[in-house]
């Protein structure tokens, strides 16, 4: 059983390869960002409320991203799990901490995917085309980036301090195979 954290800024590539791994690893990916725009789908007053937030490129309250994970990895832990965007916040980490505690879980890779904005950018501008979603145009994306400078660097950085021996930077700005290829030759070592 492998429980893994995917950390690294909008566009560099962290939801294709925590795919990729679940897959190869037979474990479920938990993409906070797929199922909050799943909820979009619902249409009530919570999905008109999250889609203000995640259009604008801001980040969805902790308590509700606590809520729908803690209730996910309660029901999906069984094999084990990719976090792919979360946690993003320190008050997330300390609660997602608590909760593995309390549940004695523990998470045995965190992988760093870097890029610089450049890259990043070129890339969501791609997949804007490619996947017409909302938050993939050039303001939304400097909102979505500085976000994650504020905030979610912090907590991998927190992460990558308390858990060196399982925390491991990736350069996101190679090939998506050769990314993968370096990931999984980190898995097949431990
Ligand atoms: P992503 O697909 O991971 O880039 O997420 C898309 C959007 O969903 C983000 O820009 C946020 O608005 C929201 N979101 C996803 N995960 C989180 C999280 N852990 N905390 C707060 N907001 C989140």
């Known amino acids: 059983m492998k429980n893994i954290i995917f950390f690294g800024p909008p566009g560099a590539g962290k939801g294709t390869q925590a795919?990729?791994?679940s897959e190869y690893l037979n474990i479920s990916h938990l993409s906070?960002?797929?199922?909050?725009?799943k909820k979009l789908l619902d249409n009530d007053e919570l999905a008109k409320e999250l889609k203000s937030i995640m259009s604008s490129g801001n980040l969805v309250s902790d308590e509700i991203l606590n809520s729908i994970v803690s209730l996910r990895l309660k029901n999906e832990r069984v094999n084990g799990f990719i976090l792919d965007g979360y946690p993003r916040?320190?008050?997330q980490s300390k609660f997602l901490d608590n909760f593995l505690m309390k549940n004695?879980?523990?998470?045995?890779?965190i992988f760093n995917i870097q890029i610089n904005?450049?890259?990043l950018q070129e890339r969501i501008l791609k997949r804007s085309s490619e996947e017409s979603r909302e938050d993939d145009n050039i303001d939304v994306i400097k909102t979505r980036y500085n976000e994650y400078l504020n905030s979610t660097e912090k907590v991998s950085n927190l992460y990558k301090q308390k858990n060196s021996t399982i925390f491991q930077e990736v350069d996101g700005s190679q090939q998506i195979h050769e990314i993968?290829?370096?990931?999984?030759?980190i898995l097949k070592k431990s």
């Open 32 to 37: 906070t960002g797929d199922i909050l725009r």
């Open 117 to 119: 904005f450049q890259t």
């Open 180 to 185: 993968t290829q370096k990931i999984k030759e």
């Open 89 to 91: 916040t320190i008050a």
């Open 19 to 21: 795919k990729v791994i």
């Open 104 to 109: 004695s879980i523990s998470i045995n890779h």
